[in-house]
């Protein structure tokens, strides 16, 4: 049994992400640039002294397939190299799956 762990975060961690990941027992990895917001709900940037808000925020989708037994050495691998500290770090779901 496997388990299908997803991860969004944002895009600058992902060289981080897939290094962690290469020291760990994971398959079938694939990731995509995708749009979205959590609580903070977007933000208001500033451009020629005229305001825009930015509602979709890039981030960085990311899948993969880990032993049942490695999930959680998994999924903390992932937190920790995607981690900022700051709103939006984002957010690892993960779903047993057959493989």
């Known amino acids: 049994m496997h388990s299908r762990i ?8 992902l060289d981080a992400v897939l290094q962690a990941l290469s020291r760990l ?5 694939s990731f995509e640039e995708v749009r979205g917001y959590g609580r903070q709900k977007g933000h208001l940037e500033l451009y020629r002294g005229t305001e825009y808000s930015i509602t979709f925020l890039p981030k ?3 899948e993969c397939l880990a032993p049942l037994p490695e999930t959680e050495r998994v999924v903390e691998a992932i937190r920790e190299a995607a981690r900022t500290g700051r709103i939006g770090d984002g957010k690892i779901l993960v779903v047993e799956a057959d493989a």
Do not use: D, G, N, W
């Open 60 to 62: 960085m989708r990311l």
């Open 6 to 13: 997803v991860a969004i975060f944002k895009p600058f961690k």
């Open 25 to 29: 027992p994971v398959s079938a990895v």
